[in-house]
Structures are given as structure tokens and as C-alpha cells.
């Protein structure tokens, strides 16, 4: 597609309910980022996908967050039993790895925990 | 790993006046140097970005330079309007890989 596409758009939850947020890259992007920004904060990397290679897990807060990306395709962001203080929005962004190139986000997903 | 630092958070300047956000990173391997743009409730948006080959590069009324020596990069806003109010990030990637690593953010406002 033309641009990163994240959906839903807008997600409220129940607490303790499971989600899963979407994120459709730039075609032909190696890498893919998922971030999460709380109200008037920063970005706050999560996982980090380049290709075939094992994800960069580091920023992943516990072990209630997942991700899973196929190839170099759609990615899948899992949030099981969420709390309140999961709350924020989610971004994804993609790069390609030829040249220097910036990484392009998504519109986010505002996930509401209530 | 690499460390973005970014300064000021916050940044007050009257339309018409210019503004300076400054970042340092910590790893030599950095070797490319994006600018965003956050507007309220959207999703940054890259508006320029430097490689470590350049040590200044301008579009319209933003610039950014480069200090490979000092680790040190800089964007610069002449003329501000009130549509440049907005959150901004610098942002580095170490030639080691796709990484990128942000910094925590500067909100600009351009009083009118």
C-alpha cells in the first residue's frame, strides 16, 4: 500500500480482556517497529522485526506483550489480560534496509483499557 | 546500545522567530540522523533527515547540522509559524543495523 496501515484505529477494552493490534507495512520494508506513546510522552520502543532475522524483544514491558510478524508482511501486536496502565497508543513504523531511509509510522492504534 | 538525548522538552518562541532543537548521540556507528514531526493526534512524519557524509543540509525554512566529531546534531526552524507548533524527535541509526533510536522529544509552540 502507499502508506504504513495500522487497525482498529481505536480499541476500548475491558480490563483482563486480550487484544491484538495490526499493522500492514510499506511493501517491500524489511523492518518493522512497534512503539508506544502514553498521553504527552515520547516513543517508547517495543519489538523491532528486520527480516528473517529474530526479533529485538528488548523493549517489550512483560511478558503480557507478543509480537509475531510473517516474512516481511503484516505483524500482529498481542496484549493479553490488559491493565489500565496499557492504556496509550500504539505506533507501528516500517524501513526499508537499502540506503538511508527513514522509518514511516502508522496512523497508531488508541487502545483504551477500562 | 546507542543514546539519544534530546534538548530542550519544551520551547516557546514568537511567530517569526527562529528555533533550535539540539540532540547528542553516543555511538560513533550512528550514521544516519532522521527528523519527525508530531503534530497533535497525528502520527510523526519525517520532515529531514542527514547522513553522516553531510555536515549541513536545509529544505525551505528547516535545517540540520551535523557534528560527527562532538556526536552532536541540530534542527533549525527559521520564520516559525504557528503550524510549526508540534512535538518534535531526532532520532539515530547506528550503521550496524535498522534500528532507530529516538529521543524523548521537544514541543515547540509558536506564539502568534
Known amino acids: 500500500g502507499a502508506g504504513v496501515s495500522q487497525s482498529p484505529s481505536n480499541k476500548v477494552t475491558e480490563k483482563g480482556k486480550d487484544v491484538e493490534l495490526r499493522c500492514d507495512p510499506i511493501?517491500?520494508?524489511?523492518?518493522l517497529y512497534w512503539y508506544r506513546q502514553r498521553l504527552g510522552q515520547g516513543l517508547e520502543f517495543l519489538i523491532y522485526?528486520?527480516?528473517?532475522?529474530?526479533?529485538?524483544k528488548s523493549g517489550l514491558p512483560s511478558d503480557r506483550f507478543s509480537a509475531e510478524r510473517t516474512g516481511e508482511s503484516v505483524s500482529t501486536l498481542t496484549i493479553q489480560r490488559t491493565q489500565q496502565e496499557d492504556s496509550a497508543v500504539y505506533l507501528c513504523a516500517s524501513s526499508s534496509n537499502r540506503g538511508a531511509v527513514g522509518a514511516f509510522f502508522g496512523q497508531g492504534t488508541r487502545l483504551t483499557v477500562v | 546500545g546507542e543514546n539519544v538525548e534530546q534538548h530542550p522538552s519544551t520551547l516557546s518562541v514568537q511567530e517569526g522567530d527562529s528555533a533550535v532543537i539540539k540532540c547528542t548521540y553516543s555511538d560513533s556507528a550512528s550514521n544516519y540522523f532522521p527528523w519527525y514531526k508530531q503534530e497533535l493526534g497525528k502520527r510523526p512524519q519525517l520532515i529531514i533527515d542527514i547522513r553522516s557524509n553531510v555536515g549541513e543540509k536545509k529544505d525551505q525554512r528547516i535545517a540540520v547540522t551535523l557534528n560527527k566529531t562532538a556526536k552532536h546534531f541540530s534542527l533549525h526552524i527559521t520564520e516559525t509559524q504557528p503550524e510549526d507548533s508540534a512535538v518534535y524527535f531526532c532520532?539515530?541509526?547506528?550503521?550496524?543495523?535498522?534500528?532507530?533510536?529516538f529521543g524523548t522529544g521537544t514541543s515547540l509552540t509558536v506564539i502568534p
Open positions: 532520532a539515530a541509526r547506528p550503521n550496524t543495523g535498522n534500528q532507530f533510536y
Open positions: 522485526f528486520q527480516g528473517n532475522s529474530a526479533p529485538d
Open positions: 511493501s517491500g520494508h524489511t523492518a
